[in-house]
């Protein structure tokens, strides 16, 4: 899931006029940015992606919410808009956008993303083409901790929950830049994250997996890899904060490169059946941690509300998403929006343990 808020799409007046403008001008972008031109086949065993002449979406409306509701994702991703038109039984849209419409013209939009035919810093690379190319309202302002309090209760999100909450990262943002003054390889602002999250009694002893941006290498195209670290290994030990962020920095590079043992794995994986390949991931993702991990952790840095995809097996103890963590709140402040999906019982309190874990890092 992925938002833009504030969109300029350059009409107003009766709704109906409003809708009519913004799904054309939207089709329109959509023809010319092939990033959108995928659908999804599915069949018994799996679901591909495959390319399409044009783009393979749905597209709904909603009335335009006020305040700190207007950063809650829709609950009805219904489109009454589709295209192409005769998707099909056996193929499905790219993704599901719904717009929120102000009678000036603004308007947010929401996708959610068939993760099959597509990952999300792609898509949030054409979220921004799509900004550039028709303008936002720069005054957009974030919610503060205490606007957004009543919005932080988990609710349902497919076969899990969901919850959403605001965080002013700025103390783990100034304690990385203290300690990468003095580290012999810089921390991540994920590393750095994932350092504080361990610090936690809830997730000390954990294996943290965090995603990364693949880049097309020998043919194969775009993707994304997981690093998987065990803080606790390192918190004990002399210099462990350094060990740690070179083991990390280390694990990442040869993500992007497709040379760590997950990713020869995950590329072997692809040359089995589909019933093989499930049954191997199922079997890693639920026991041996050392694959995926035990919790999550994805980070788009350029994102606003962003939720990552969680199955319907493994991460037990939850996956977590960020998005920019510079978002200007009314208050004059900046802030990040986390989204955690899991079972409602493990996260309900993850909000409160990330901001203690954020604001006491060490």
């Not at 956008?97 to 993760?115: K, M």
């Not at 965080?167 to 991540?188: C, G, H, M, Q, V």
């Not at 490169?257 to 089995?272: P, Q, V």
């Not at 026991?287 to 788009?300: C, K, L, N, T």
Request: hydrophobic share 45%; net charge neutral; with cysteine.
């Amino acid at each position: 899931m992925l938002s833009s808020f504030g969109l300029d799409s350059g009409a107003s007046g009766p709704r109906h006029d409003v809708e009519r403008h913004f799904a054309e001008r939207l089709h329109q972008f959509l023809l010319g940015d092939s990033a959108s031109h995928i659908q999804i086949r599915k069949a018994a065993e799996e679901d591909r992606a495959e390319r399409c002449a044009g783009p393979a979406y749905t597209l709904g409306f909603e009335p335009w919410a006020d305040g700190p509701a207007r950063f809650c994702p829709p609950r009805d991703w219904t489109g009454t808009i589709a295209h192409p038109a005769d998707l099909g039984a056996d193929r499905a849209a790219l993704f599901n956008a719904v717009a929120r419409l102000f009678a000036s013209g603004r308007a947010d939009l929401w996708l959610r993303i068939n993760h099959v035919g597509a990952d999300g810093v792609p898509m949030q690379e054409l979220l921004a083409r799509l900004e550039a190319a028709w303008g936002v309202d720069a005054d957009v302002r974030y919610p503060a901790r205490a606007e957004f309090a009543a919005f932080e209760a988990p609710r349902p999100c497919a076969d899990v929950s969901e919850v959403q909450a605001f965080i002013d990262f700025a103390p783990l943002i100034e304690w990385r830049k203290r300690r990468n003054a003095s580290l012999p390889e810089p921390l991540t602002f994920s590393a750095a994250l994932i350092w504080a999250l361990a610090r936690r009694p809830e997730f000390e002893g954990l294996r943290i997996g965090t995603t990364v941006e693949v880049e097309a290498v020998d043919g194969l195209g775009r993707g994304v890899g997981v690093v998987v670290t065990r803080p606790a290994e390192y918190a004990r030990r002399a210099e462990g904060l350094a060990a740690y962020a070179r083991d990390f920095n280390r694990g990442v590079e040869l993500a992007r490169r497709r040379a760590s043992s997950s990713c020869a794995t995950l590329d072997a994986a692809a040359l089995l059946s589909p019933r093989s390949a499930r049954g191997l991931l199922r079997y890693a993702l639920d026991h041996d941690p050392r694959a995926f991990g035990d919790m999550a952790v994805s980070i788009i840095k350029d994102a606003k509300v962003f939720g990552a995809p969680i199955a319907e097996t493994g991460h037990n103890r939850g996956f977590i998403a960020v998005g920019s963590a510079g978002l200007p709140t009314r208050d004059g402040g900046k802030v990040g929006c986390i989204t955690v999906k899991g079972r409602a019982e493990v996260i309900r309190e993850y909000p409160a343990i990330i901001r203690e874990a954020v604001g006491a890092v060490e």
